[in-house]
């Protein structure tokens, strides 16, 4: 009835049977990050009225309003540095510089990369540095937009001045850049394809020539190095080479090897280890400790600072004592894997070396290097201390708490997992009172610790409550010797129908045991004696349960 009314003020009644006014969760956390959900429903999980444009999926709505007039398209213009952003040409160019120094007879080539930075017109001019060049190099020229002017030119404002551009690079051409002609001899593959792709015919690339003075600095190093048998250095290490020789044939060369020490006089008996560097270009020798986190050592950065170091392990510096000159200093030859070294009394061996003084010494002086030596010494045997006996004071496992620890504390309680399903035995007293003959006891047996508990079964009109009677605890055997530190304990082995149990000075007789104590013990039959499955299986038939089951 109240569906035909229409939807006007006064005539829309509130739905008694509405009753669901909750508001939905909107506000939430995901990764820890508070986040907002889509509201998708309203209270009492209405839908919304916003719902209602699922009809557009049904229904054109061009059909009921016409086409939709769409903005005209309005041609963007990109400025250069959005274009061009991060693009660079390179090229490799030369330069030769005329004769600055008298004592040079030949000019001097400087190899240079030009980079032209498309995004803002820019020229950068970078040098790559060679050893021993004689000039300063890195930067030439830093980044910035370079006048396009010719020598006879004078000053020119910023107006005035016309700029080096990208149309004006190409290879094989000429820059001019402060006072230097650069010669464009070839460039790399995205400056060649973006210029080909702008309509300019790129051209090949040109020989660099070789730098005169770097030419004669290699042939001046390689004449030094040669011995006067004309050998190089790998035959014989020093033989003929003056000191400034050795400098350039084995400067920034370093074997190094790997060292152990144990001082005699520490009870602890600790192995110190170091790493000893012995530098090709001179001779010297420098020995570093490591050092491992909390150690308990001051961290000195070197035993020995580099120097000379003779044979013997003494230092010069006394009057007794001779020079360096006088004294037998170690050599690359007295340095292998496995032999020792003396330095300031302590006698260092060496039990390893890394990948390139096993190279050095098998190319250079045909020695090979053993193999490493293990230093870690075999881990003595765990000490074992041997149990106290009983003293019989508590229970065995409360008096062995003692033993373990200063001060005694309580046996953690065993709480038995899901797993761990107790074997049942239904018991009796064995006593002489009639009385208790009627008493009804269950032991159960946690597989997992060992542990035994006895619940007493109620029965009305008995004058006995039921409840816990024994444990949970360990049983001792009684023909066990309770001084011992480990007993013997009643396990699953000595429960067969018929044996006795003696528990909290009481003798129990087992009369039964449930289902599960037979699948348990048929399960594991190389765990148990034929005499004790073939006593719970004739138990079983009698009482049914095992007919039962196999049915």
Known sequence: MMANHPVLPGRVFTDPNKNRFHVPQTLGFRNGVPVQALVLQGIGQEPLDAQSVQYLDKWDPNLFYGECRRAPKVNTVHPQYEVYENKTLAFRAFCVEPIAVPMEDQPRVRHVLLFYHLEDDTISVMEPPIVNSGCVQGKVLKRHRVPKASQDDGPKDDAAASYWHWTDLN????????????????????????????????????????????????RAMQRQTQDVDGHSPSAVLYQGLDKLGR??????????FFAVWQDPM?????????????????????IQPEYKVNDGHYKYPNLLARQLLPRGGLLPGKADLPS??????????????????????????????????????????????????????PAPAPLVQ??????????????????????????????????????????????????????????????????????????????????????PRLIEKPDSDPMQPQPEYYGPADFAIGSTVVAAGCHFIVVGADLYVYKY??????????????????????????????E
């Not at 400098?247 to 060369?253: E, Y």
Request: glycine share 8%; with cysteine.
């Open 266 to 286: 520490d009870p602890m008996h600790e192995k110190r280890y170091f790493k000893v560097l012995f530098y090709l270009a001179d001779g010297t020798m420098e």
């Open 386 to 471: 041997p149990l106290p006996p009983y003293n019989g004071f508590g229970s065995p496992e409360d008096s062995l708490r003692s033993c373990l620890h200063l001060v005694p504390r309580r046996p953690c309680p065993s709480h038995p997992g899901p797993d761990d399903r107790p074997l049942r035995y239904l018991v009796r007293l064995n006593s002489e009172r009639p009385h208790d003959l009627a008493r009804r006891f269950v032991l159960s047996y946690q597989t997992r610790f060992g542990f035994c508990t006895i619940t007493e079964l109620g029965r009305r009109n008995s004058g006995r409550e039921g409840g816990r009677f024994f444990g």
């Open 521 to 550: 013990v048929s399960e594991r039959k190389g765990d148990f004696q034929e005499e004790l499955i073939e006593n719970l299986a004739d138990y079983m038939r009698k009482e049914g349960l095992l007919r039962r089951d196999s």
């Open 247 to 256: 400098f350039l044939a084995f400067d920034r060369q370093v074997l190094r």
């Open 171 to 218: 290879v094989g051409g000429s820059v001019w850049l402060y006072g230097r002609t650069y010669q464009l001899a070839s460039c790399d593959a995205f400056t060649r394809e973006f210029l080909e792709r702008h309509g300019i015919s790129v051209g090949g690339e040109i020989v660099v020539p070789a730098d005169p003075y770097t030419q004669e600095q290699t």
């Open 324 to 377: 360096f000159r006088d004294m037998d200093c170690y050599v690359a030859e007295d340095l292998q894997v496995g032999s020792e070294i003396e330095v300031l009394g302590r006698r260092l061996r060496l039990y390893d070396c890394d990948g390139f003084t096993r190279d050095y010494y098998a190319a250079r002086l045909g020695i090979v290097q053993p193999p490493s030596v293990p230093t870690e010494s």
